[in-house]
């Protein structure tokens, strides 16, 4: 556990590091087997693989595992230990478990006569819940099957506030069509607009018996997913008993019942049916199961939906919270979730805060406010931010129908798992307190930066991106409508690296990740300091530049089409008149060989050469008599020239100087006028 657990690495030597790379890679099963420090020693690099690619420390907020977290972890491979005990001690050792671990779970959070099913997806102990009602509401549900479902269908009931998906993977699990599902509406007049609307539920319940249905089971929240509510658990408790329906209650709420002052909006969850708790994440216990607490008289029908198991080696799975539980004692526990509610200043009402961002502040100067759009991305940047700069205090981001993007501080999930501090959160309210600023002096500029940039139409288009939270995203623009989007690309590319280069907190990017806008630049968050007129001329003088350079590199392309096509035609040229002038005998390899040797003719050939700078065509006349070749080179700006197929020698000038070079040939092949080349750049 140390090794593992342990993330500082010491540096490799080079060949170890790149063997210990590769070990990542997928091979074949090695033949001998190795040692477990070497087989430690490479999931230790796998669990710090990212890292090492990244060459720097990982951001994501990793779980606080000490000692407690250790008695955890343990309790795995104690459970793989003892399942191979003989079946009778193994037995005895398993109810042993599991009855302690029962019995201190229903005193700590108050669930008298209760029994316990423990299971590692937290909606499994609900769709067991859900088994058992079916089976004790349908008698002869055991024996037909789904078949007696089909004279009352029988009804599940959820908040519209609760877990999201969950009432979809009832029906899935239980082979319940999604009509079976009601999704009761919250307060919208009186009461907090996260709560079950009760008079609303009361009625959708008289229409479905009056539909020939069965209300089954209403699930309530003590502590909602999103801004952790509580519902009015105890007049949903007697809606409950009017119908002989089951109450389930779960959320995080559920833990402040373990503590020696519980308001009675909690207090009444100890009277519903059944209620699942997450100790894990309550106490900051890695590898813990969910548990749901329930109180059912019949043990036959508790069997039958799968809530208790006739096999030892599946109760084990009580072990690592049995170990857990005695390794903190009744005060450990207490005092880790007193510790999470003291964390938020009016614990008592619900420990869980939400920030929400005002637009109030962007219509402060005569600016329009901002659309809801607008606002939640820079909940979700300001989320971000707070996640990185304060890593400890476990704030994310949660998006709420009525509200719509807030930060949310919900320590009774986080500060166990974290080890969130009282200076966690004063360090997160500075932290906060510097962003805001910068949020409302984007929102005021944010006119001034779509004015400035329509001003500098047509260099310059704005784009319009709700999902972004920064100024707003300029477009270089001014093309040909028939290459624009490829120009538009490479503009934008290099605008954006010019605008990067800059000594400047502003962040430019290339927008959301998932964003409909293409080849643009988007400019993020400013402060109240920054002139955005001078913006807005930097960035479009920045992309005047790199248009005209790219008309200038187009021209010039042009320039050496031409010239190409110029030097062609005047080659064809000299090849006419260097054959009219020597004749068809000298042409040929070894008469013109021999023709030469005893008549040697004298020829001067006019060469070209181009001035990629200038784009201008400088002269090279090519002398050869006897033996000797001689280049004279007027206004060749160039600083070698290579003469013969790849051979010395070579003159090196200082351009734009004109300078000569003679050589005496070695083969009578290599003086002809065809074999000179010369060589720019």
Excluded at 185 to 200: E, R
Excluded at 216 to 233: F, R
Excluded at 288 to 307: I, K, M, N, Q
Excluded at 575 to 587: A, P
Aim: aromatic share 4%.
């Amino acid at each position: 556990m140390r090794i593992l657990g342990d993330g500082q690495r010491e540096p490799e030597a080079g060949a170890e590091r790149w063997r210990l790379s590769r070990a990542s890679i997928p091979g074949p099963l090695q033949g001998d087997g190795q040692d477990v420090a070497t087989i430690l020693h490479l999931v230790h690099n796998l669990i710090h693989d990212e890292e090492e690619e990244e060459d720097k420390p990982s951001q994501h907020r990793m779980q606080n595992v000490g000692e407690q977290g250790h008695m955890a972890l343990l309790g795995h491979s104690l459970a793989a230990y003892i399942s191979v005990l003989d079946r009778e001690r193994l037995r005895k050792l398993t109810t042993r478990i599991l009855s302690d671990t029962t019995l201190w779970l229903c005193r700590l959070f108050r669930y008298e006569n209760g029994s316990a099913y423990f299971h590692e997806d937290d909606r499994d102990g609900l769709v067991k819940v859900c088994r058992l009602v079916i089976n004790a509401r349908y008698e002869e549900y055991a024996s037909e099957g789904y078949a007696v479902l089909s004279s009352k269908q029988p009804v599940i009931y959820q908040s519209a506030s609760g877990r999201p998906g969950l009432g979809q993977h009832l029906c899935s699990q239980l082979g319940l069509p999604l009509s079976s599902l009601c999704t009761v509406p919250c307060n919208t007049i009186f009461g907090s607009q996260h709560q079950m609307d009760v008079a609303l539920l009361d009625t959708l319940i008289k229409e479905d018996i009056e539909a020939g249905k069965l209300p089954l089971l209403l699930i309530v929240n003590a502590g909602t997913p999103g801004a952790g509510h509580t519902d009015k658990l105890a007049r949903l408790k007697d809606v409950c008993d009017q119908y002989s329906m089951w109450l389930h209650v779960e959320g995080v709420n559920l833990a402040t019942l373990a503590l020696a002052q519980v308001t009675s909006a909690i207090m009444a969850a100890t009277r519903s049916d059944s209620m699942t708790l997450t100790p894990g994440q309550w106490l900051g216990l890695p590898a813990v199961t969910a548990v749901t607490l329930y109180r059912h008289e019949d043990p036959a029908l508790s069997l039958a939906a799968g809530l208790t198991c006739s096999q030892p080696v599946a109760r084990l799975r009580a072990l690592p919270l049995w170990l857990s539980l005695q390794y903190l004692g009744h005060n450990g526990i207490v005092q880790k979730i007193r510790h999470a509610t003291a964390l938020v200043e009016d614990e008592l009402s619900s420990p869980v805060v939400l920030f929400k961002f005002s637009q109030e502040t962007s219509a402060g100067k005569g600016r329009s406010p901002l659309t809801l759009q607008t606002c939640g991305r820079k909940i979700d940047t300001l989320g971000e931010q707070l996640v990185q700069l304060v890593p400890s205090s476990g704030v994310d981001v949660v998006e709420l129908e009525d509200e719509g993007t807030c930060v949310r501080f919900s320590p009774l999930l986080t500060a166990a798992v974290l080890g969130t501090q009282q200076e966690n959160i004063e360090e997160l309210a500075e932290k906060l307190a510097q962003l805001l600023p910068v949020m409302c002096s984007t929102m005021c500029l944010r006119q001034d930066f779509r004015e400035e940039t329509h001003r500098h139409s047509p260099s310059l288009a704005y784009i319009q991106d709700l999902s972004w939270p920064g100024l707003g995203a300029p477009q270089t623009e001014g093309m040909d409508e028939s290459r624009r989007k490829q120009e538009l690309e490479k503009i934008n590319t290099e605008l954006l690296k010019k605008l990067q280069d800059l000594d400047t907190d502003i962040v430019f990017s290339t927008g959301p990740e998932f964003g409909t806008e293409e080849h643009c630049v988007f400019i993020g968050m400013v402060t109240e300091d920054v002139d955005v007129s001078e913006l807005v001329d930097t960035v479009a003088a920045l992309g005047r530049d790199i248009e005209e350079s790219g008309r200038l590199l187009e021209n010039m392309t042009e320039v050496v089409r031409k010239g190409i096509l110029e030097a062609e035609q005047q080659l064809q040229l000299a090849n006419e008149e260097k054959l009219m002038e020597e004749g068809m005998l000298r042409q040929l390899p070894l008469v013109g060989s021999v023709l030469n040797w005893f008549s040697p003719f004298q020829s001067s050939i006019k060469g070209r050469t181009f001035n990629l700078a200038a784009g201008t065509v400088c002269h090279c006349m090519v002398t050869i008599r006897e033996d000797t070749l001689k280049l004279d080179i007027i206004g060749l700006q160039t600083s070698k020239v290579a003469v013969g197929q790849g051979h010395t020698p070579t003159l090196h000038l200082a351009p734009p100087l004109s300078s000569s070079i003679a050589f005496k040939a070695t083969d009578t092949e290599m003086a002809r006028p065809n074999d000179v080349i010369l060589h720019q750049g």
